[in-house]
Each structure stands twice: as C-alpha cells, then as structure tokens.
C-alpha cells in the first residue's frame, strides 16, 4: 500500500511539474523581482493558500512559489484528491474567495494595491457572471439562461436589435457585484482571523521561494488550521492561481 | 395483433438506439463518474422523468440512464404514441417544467447546484422566448411576431438603429421569465409531493445504471402514479432531456 | 357573354393551379396529418375564410384546402376581381384581422395555440409596421417615413449612432400594437357572432379537404351571409393565406 | 424679343420631354389604371399642384400628368423662373407642404390613404431632417450641425461607442415631427379652402391625362387664384413630385 | 527696411495665390450667381469678415471675394502675423463665433437662411466637440480625454459594449451646445451692433466683388473700428471660411 | 565605488539619449517656437517636473527640455532608481496628477489652456480607466474586472446584446472623473504653493532650454524641496511627458 502511495505521490509529482511548465512558461532566473516586490508577492500567494486551506468546498494546496514563471511573479497550485466532472455552486463560491485572497492579502497587509490579482479579478469576475447568465445559480435571475455555450447570446443571436432590457441587463450586473461582495467579505474574515499564519507563510516563502505540500500544511498545523484530507472536501480538477 | 404490437416494439426499440447513438455519441465507458456525481446524476434524469410523468402534455418516458455518452453524464428519453407535426402553447409549458425538472431535483436533495442542468437552462429559455416572440403565447405582448425565421428580426431587419423600445425589451423579459418561473412552480409542487418516488428512481438508476420503460412505470404505479396511456396524451415528436 | 365568362373561369382556374404549385409547393400525400391536427387546420383555414367574406375590404375567397403542400398544413385562396395596382390603409386593415382569424379559430375552438399561425403572425406584423412607419396610415406618428423602401433606414442611414430615440421607438411599437390589437377584437366578433358557420365550413372541410369557391359561398349564404359581389369590393392582387 | 422668347419656350419643351424620360422612364401605356386608381391618381397630382401653386415659395407648375411613368402612377412638373445655386428655409418648408399636398388630397377627398404617397414622406422626411441636423434650420437645436455631408455623423464618425445622447436624439425627432406638421397644416387649409378648384384639376385631368401650364393657369384663374410671376418667386431647380 | 517690407508682401501675395488655387479651386467665371444670391454671399461673407475683425483672437482679415471657386460661392481668408504651433481656448471661442458670422449676417438682413453655411457648422461643431472631448476646454467635463487622435475613442476601443454612460454623452452634447450658444449671441452682438458696417463692405462687395486688405481695413476705420496690428494679435495658422 | 558611480552615470546619460530619438524622434532645429510658445511650453514642462518633484510616488526628474522633438513641444524624464516590474494604486494616483502638471500650469500662469496637454489627458484618461475597470482600484466598482488584456470587455465579449448597464456605465465615468478631479486638486495646491519655484524652473528653461537633474535639484533645494533619494521613493519604470 506504501508502495502504491509511493508511485501515485511520484506520478503526481511529474504531472505538477508538466502543469508548471505548460500552464506558466519557463522558471524566468534573470527576471528577478527587487525587495518589496518579493514582499507583495509572498503575501499575494499566501493569501490564496490560507483562503483555500480555510473554506471547505476548495481543493487542497500542493505548492506555493515565488520564483518568477512566464507573466506571473508567483502561483499557488491545488490538486484535487481525485477525478472530478462536475463543478457546484459551493465550489464556485469558495473559488472566488480564494481567488481574492491574494488582493486582500496585498491590501491589508500593505494599505495599497498592485495590476498583480488583475488576472484574478478577470477569471473570478467571468466566473461569477456564468453563475448569472449560464448555470441558474442567482436566486434573483432564476432558472433563465441568459448565455450560450462559449459565450454567444442564447436569444436574440441573430437579431442585430434584439438585447436585454436595461432592467435584466442592470440585475446581471447587480447580481454579479453581489456574489463577488459576499466571497470578498468571505475571503477578508479570514485573513483578518489567520493574520499571524499568513505572516508565517509570507516570511517562509521570502526565505525558501518555494513551500511543497508537507511543509506548508505543517505550518498551519502549528497554527491550529487541520489541512484537508479526502472525507472533508469534494473533488475539483487541477487549478492554479498565479 | 399482438404480433404487430411486437414488431412495432422491435422496430421501435432500433429507432431508440440510433438516436441514442446519433443524438447523444458512443457510451463512454472508460469516462467514469465518481460517487458523489453517479448520486447527482442519478436525482437529475429521475427529476425529468417524475415530472414528465405526472404532467399531462407530454410524452411518456421511455427509458433513462445514468451511463455517459458524448458531453451528456446521463439522459431522459421520451417517445410520443403516434407522428405529430404541430406543438400547442400547453405542450411547450408542460415541456419546460418537465425541463426543470433535473436542476430542482439537484437543489431540493442536495441544496447544492451543479452546472449539468446548463443545457437545459438554454433550451427551456429558448423555447418560453420564442413563445413570447414568434408564436403569439404570451396574453401581454399578444399576436405580434418579433421575430422571423431563424431569429432574423421581422421588422427592423435592415435597419441599423431600429430596435425594440425599452418598453417592448422589457415586456419581453418580463413574460420570458414569467413563463419560466411558473412552470418552476408546477416542477417543484410535483418533486415535493413525490419525493418518495424520486427517491425510489434515483435509487434504483444508482444500481441498474439504465432503466427501461416497463420497470419504471412499475415504480410508478408502486407509488400510486397512473402511467400514460394512448387516451390520455396528445402526440409529440422524439425529445431526449439530458 | 357566357363563353367568355367561360373562358374567363378557365383561365382562372389555370392560374389558381399555378399560383398553388409556385407559392405553395407540390401536395404532400404521404405528409399526412393525425386526426386532431386535421382538425385544428381545418378551423385555422375556415377562420381566414369566414373573416374574408365578413369584412368588407377583402378580395373574395377561391378556394380553401386542407391537403398539405410545401410547408403549409392547409391554406385559404383569395382572388381580386380585376387587376389592382394600389392598396390602401381599409385594406391593410382588413387583411391584418383576416391573416388573425386562423389565431383566433384555434384559440376560440380548442382554448390552446399551435406554431401554425406563426407565418401569419410575421406577415401582419410587417404589414403594421409598414403602415406606422412607412406610408404615413397612423395618426400619431403622422405623415412621417420612418424606413424607405426595402427597409433601410430613410435618415440616419450612413450614421452609427443615429438612432431613433426611445420616445419614437415606444411610440411605433404602440401604433403596430394597437393596430394588430383593434383587427383582433373585428375578427374575434365576426368568429363569435358566425361561431355556427365556422363549424360548418369546418366540419365539411374535413370531410372533403378542399372546398371550391361555389360549395362555399353556398354554404355563407345557408348561414345568412351574402358572398361579395365586384360591387362591393374593391380589388387587390391574389393572395394566399396558410 | 418674341422670337427669343418662343425659342426659349422651344428649348423649354425639350428640357421637359428629356427630364421626363430620365427621372420617370418611358411612359407605360399598357400598364393602364382602373378607373378608381386613376381618379385616386388624378386628385393626388391635383393637389401637388394646387398647393405649389398657392405657396409663395415654390416654383411654377409646368405640367401634370396622369399617365404611367416608371414607377410612378402621374407626376407634377415644376421649373424655376431661372438658374439657382442657393435654396433657403421658407423654400424648404413650402416644398414640403407642397409634397404633403398628394396625401391630403387622397385622405379628404376618399377617406383613405394608399402606398402612393411614400416616397413623398420619404423625400419630405428627409428634407425635415436636413434642416434640422445639417442645416441650422431649426431655432431649437440652433447652428449645431449633427450631420456631415453625405449623411456621414459629423461627429464621433469613428467612435463605435459615441452617439447622440437620448436628449438630442428625441429633440431631433420632435423638431423633425414639427416641421412637418406645420406644413401639413399649411397644406390642409390651401386644399380645404380651394376645394373646388382640385376637384377641377383632377376631373380635368381624368378627362385629358395631361395639363400643359396654360391650361393649367387657366383653370387657376377662373376659380381666383393668380398664377405666379416672375417678379413674385424665387428660383429653384426643376423638381417633380410622383 | 522698406524693400523686405515690399518683399515679404510680394511672397504674402503669392502664398495667398496659392492657397486660394489648392483650398478653393478655380475660379469658375461661368457659374454666376443670380442677382439675390450674389447678395446674400456678399453678406455672408461680409459677416465673417466684420467679425473676425472686431474679436481680438482671430488673425487679420487678408481677401473677401464673392466670386465662385469649386463649391463655395464666395470666401474670406485671414493670414496671422506670424508662424503658429499652438492654438489656444480663447482663439477657438473667437474662431466659432467669427464661423457664425456668415450664418447671423444671412439670418439678419433677410430674415431667411440658406444651406449656404452648412459647411462652417460642421467645422465650428467639430472644432466646439474637440474642445469639449478632447482637450479638456470645457470646466463641466474637466480634464477628462474623451476621444484619442483622430477621433478613435480613447477607452473602450476595442469593447463592443463599452460607450459613454447616458449622462456623459448628455453632458457632452449640452457643453457642445452651450459654447456654441454663447459664441453665436457674441458674433450677434458684433453685427447688430455694427450693422452699418456690414451693409458697407457687403454693398462694396456687390460692386467690386472682391476686397484686398488696405480697402477693408479703410472701410473698418471709415467706421471707428480699429484694424489689428502685430501688438494686439495671438498668431495664427492660415484659414478660410466660405 | 566612485568609479563605478560614475559608469553608471554615463551608462544612464547614454540610455537617455536613446530614449529621447526612440521616444520622441530626432531634434527640429528649425521648427522653433515664436517667443509666446517657448514660454508657454516652459511653464508647462515646469508644472509636470516641480508636481513629480513634490509628490512621494513619482520617479525622480532626470532632464526638462523646451526643444522640439518629433511632435512634442518639450518634454520631461523621470527615471526610476532601480528596476522595477509591479506598479500601485498609489503610484497611479501621484503619476495622474503629476500628468496634470502642465495644464494647471499654463491655465494657472496665462488663464488660457493650448492643445498641448491633449496628450496628457489622453494618458490619464486611459489610466484612470484602468484603475476602475481592469485593477479593482476604485472602492465603488469593487473587485470587478470589468475589462480584459488589450482592452477587450472580459465578459460579453460574443454577445451583441450585451454590454454594461446605464448604471454600471455611469459608475465608471462617475468613478474616472473623481479619480481625475482629486489628482486635479493635489497637483493644483502644489502648483499654488510652490508658485515661486515654477517661475525659476520656466524662466531658467527659457534662457537655457534644457535642464539636466543636477541644476533641477539645485533649483529645487534652493525654494525648500528636498530632492528625491533612493529611501523616500518606491521604483518604476522609464517615463517621458510632454
């Protein structure tokens, strides 16, 4: 059984390593970040890390890094416990606050804001806005779709003058800043609460550049957060956060 | 007699399986659904097919599965009792109830939403505007027809800043949605009052994976519901709810 | 006199032929309708015909038939008793409660609707719409054009952002309401008040599938209406309704 | 000096010969009228005429006809005293009381409108639109000019997102709507008042088809009304009306 | 002194030559007003020139000519002292209402407008919207660039559905007015107060059909108005109005 | 070290001069300014390099130029410490103000404004844009992303009907112009106060037209500004203003 765990840890390992390469481009060693720049994006990523290790429908953290890859100075990188073909709202909602920990974190911690989370708020935002448009998941909008697979408008397609009414056009919006709202207040009650173990988590990575799963859960262990283990969480495929 | 009636069932069990082959893809046997998702799958198909059984404008149910094929994780089939060439306003508000009738099963067992009902969110939606825009079914906007063929816009086609007025846009989502959630009602009185039902055709589709028309309409008539007979429905043409 | 007359009605009856086969298409005799779907076709096509010879403005009608051909389930034939160049805003009127009388008969006779009137519904809607913004026949909007000929804009044509504003947009879309509206209630009277006429020339539809325009103006005048004689109409081009 | 005026008569009568095959196209005589299409004719043109004839501002009617040219079912004629390169408001706003002149003549003499009069609303609607957008012509919008030439925007041409603004775009309208209803009224009263003299011009015209200008005059005269002069009118361009 | 006096103003006439050639076109000898259009040019012109010379942003007035070239049926043309690179917010106001001119000049003595202007309120309103959009001259819209270098959008290029909100392109468009608005009663101020001026250089105009400088600016002094020296003017690129 | 200080000053003298042919293109000897553009262009460069100077999160001013360079009047180099990949809310907010820097100054010194600062605004605009829309830097908008990468609108991208509400739109702006209107007032109270200083920094520019940053910062601690060191400023990149 060792064994078997043994293979399915090494397997994982090269597939977290292909998911790096692919998905973030090459380790950049020259393009190195100056001081303060390493500060924010040590506590960007340990915002995401706490967030997900916290709220119950996200997958576990498996890596955290702040060696500069493609566009992204930093990633936080989650791995499901197993295969996984449907997503819920829960899910969703827990993804968008943890999506947000990396502002917040920057936030709090700093009082300012970088164009670092920009690509977070560009895949939290759509994401939301699916939830409205697509899935039925606002109570408000109801069962209606209001978008097609792959964006295209399901009514009025070819009608140049066909669009939504001012009215279900403003309740999109409202219902979608409302779902965003809810998941930063979310996401900012636990930074606030877990201050001292973002501050851990920061400094180490600062120090280390790059914390695996052990290590990391073994931090919040010692802050007294248990890191998830298979009864606890559902099952999402592979994701990262840059 | 009872020959014909053999040969017309032989003939029609071939039809079932083409347009489950040419409808829906192959059987996807390596793609397998975790646990957790064969449970929600399993509620889902059992919605539509509770549903389109008690409502009295549809066609009866003719076989459901749980066993993937193409992009569907599980599907409903229905049949009509003889060619039919015209649908009625009662028809379609009976089709997007029974349409629903998955996403409330998800919500009412689990309280949780998954993104498979996405398609019939799209479908039901289309069929409630067309209603409102192209067929003369909705009392407020009466027998004006907004949009031609293919969703060309009847009038206004070339014309670059002729649209609808706020007033009919609104008008138009507003009965879109009336529609829609009206026969939500009717869905969710149906799927709370036969919960035992829905319970038992879930159940059963875990085990077996594929029910066929005779067994389920045992769990109906187990449970007190009357299965459709030719007297009772009006023709409709083949329709596959996933 | 009479040979002429004779010739005339042959060469009529040629054109009708014509007319059938090239704005209708071939007759469908394998395309065959079930009983109840026979029957909603036949009071759609007896409801054009009663308002036809109700009305004063319409040509007489020729012929009505219930034998599918091309797309159309059935269709009522109208002919002008000479050559017509002109149309004008009593006509227009009386031809949008004419195209509504198969809505109507379907709605009075089963309390439900079909997609069958659906061309119907675009036909008269243009027409209304054409009459509101085209040819100066609505009072509020007055003698303005709003569209030219073959729908393009007549100003604003070259100008993006040159669009009619909300008020005029509300204020055509009420015009075409309320003339589709007022030939609703004259077409729903004629149906209600000649309910008795309207299942005759049903019911004998249905046993026949095509009635010539002698067997049914005999049939009017049984029910006390006086078929239309050259002068008393004025005439229109030929014109078919499904 | 009469030998140069008849040679300018000559050259006069050729440029309306070839005007009327270049605008109209050959005259049309199989395509004949029947005989309530040709009085519906017959008092449209009369009231062209009659109209132009009592404005101070337009130019002197030359010829009226009610034989099929082209498109159209007759037409007026007008020619100016002589050459002009400038057109000013009082023209315009006559010219369009003047063109408005058909549509009342057919509304007050037959209680009815046809098609004949649209392309006179779509000439009168843009010659309202002009002055208000491109030529500084209404005391409203003031010397703004909203349109380039060509119809092009004069402003935000390549802006995708900058339009008129709801305000300016229902002040257009409503100056639009103004303009015309002024000259409607104008053009009402001339043929209220002088209502014996259209019915002369037009069963003239019934009569003989064709009204060179001196019998035209001459029945002017007869029924009171002085027919212009030189020194009375400002020049304009040759014109027709449909 | 006196030589390159004499020399820089043979090279002056030559340059004014050549702008007339290439901005204008020929002169087109053939193309003659009538006698009331060549008056109302006269005073069109008339009323630019008076204006331009009593604001104190413009450049001098150099030649006003009623005779025809390409498509303006007379011009002034005004020269600065010396080289421009820069214009400024006083310099546009006064160049607005110096455009108005023309338009008030025509409006005042007749009492009627032509299309004549048409051309001036297209330049003054785009040059009133750049002010506005673009170079933050209007206090209400503040610094804000609304539109980039040629008229592009400055933000929401690239997105469909980004446009100014209902309110901004409603500030706009009353900010455009209102300094068009204020230009026009300052230039109405200038001729109403000078009216015997412009009768003075319009008449002169009719009789010699073009002005050079010396004789204007002695007409300006006959009647108090001082003409501009180096001292009392901002420099100026070349322009013309028709 | 002095060595090495002193290679990097001339590595650095060197990446100027190429910055300014790259950036703003060759010197034009011969397109000068006449005496009141050259003042103003000072003043202008002036109130850009002394708002920089004051403000704590603009790089420091490295050289100030009246010489014309491709199309720019003048312009002014900032060059950042060291290098630098992340930029902040509270950089942005000092980099919008110290763009505003020109325009206050030439409005504040002559009360007129040029179309020199058009670029400036145009700068700013799309920043401040940026901040609202794509960065979640605009307390009201939230954590929205309301724009994508190259300006393409994040969600809607395919649907043609569906673009932002009035609401959110007049948000936006709402939210731009606040952004703008609060650096207008910093850069404003800078330019009041240290009044005496721009005079130095304009008349200096005048007499000798460039300024490099050693005789900048004498100017500067001359009038009581204390020159920017390495500790007091956070890094960015290269940038220019004209």
Redesign the interface.
């Known amino acids: 059984l060792a064994a078997r765990e043994n293979r399915k840890t090494v397997a994982q390992y090269d597939l977290i390593r292909s998911i790096e390469k692919v998905m973030l481009g090459p380790e950049r060693k020259t393009?190195v970040?100056?001081k303060?720049?390493k500060e924010?994006t040590a506590y960007h990523e340990a915002g995401h890390a706490l967030v997900a290790s916290v709220l119950p429908h996200t997958d576990p953290v498996h890596k955290i890094s702040i060696i500069s890859r493609g566009r992204a100075?930093g990633y936080t990188l989650k791995l499901p416990f197993?295969?996984?073909?449907?997503?819920?709202?829960?899910e969703f909602l827990d993804d968008i606050a943890m999506s947000?920990g990396g502002?917040i974190a920057e936030k709090t911690v700093?009082g300012?804001?970088?164009?670092?989370?920009?690509n977070d708020?560009?895949v939290?935002?759509?994401l939301a806005?699916n939830m409205v448009t697509?899935?039925?998941?606002s109570e408000k909008m109801?069962?209606?779709?209001?978008?097609?697979?792959?964006?295209?408008?399901?009514?009025?397609?070819?009608?140049?003058?066909?669009?939504?009414?001012?009215?279900?056009?403003?309740d999109?919006?409202a219902e979608?800043?409302k779902i965003?709202?809810e998941a930063?207040e979310k996401a900012q009650n636990i930074i606030t609460e877990h201050r001292k173990v973002l501050n851990a988590i920061a400094n180490r990575l600062i120090e280390v550049e790059t914390l695996e799963r052990p290590e990391f859960e073994q931090l919040l262990i010692v802050h007294g957060i248990q890191p998830k283990r298979k009864e606890e969480v559902?099952?999402a495929p592979v994701t990262v956060n840059f």
Chains 1, 2, 3, 4, 5, 6 share one sequence.
């Open positions: 393009h970040l100056n303060k720049e924010i100075a197993e295969d996984k073909r449907m997503q819920s709202k829960k947000l502002y700093f300012d804001i970088t164009t670092g989370p920009s708020l560009q939290l935002t759509n806005r697509r899935w039925g998941m109801g069962t209606i779709a209001l978008e097609g697979e792959g964006g295209r408008a399901l009514f009025g397609a070819g009608v140049e003058g066909a669009q939504y009414s001012q009215k279900v056009s403003a999109i919006d979608v800043k965003i709202d930063y559902e099952v």
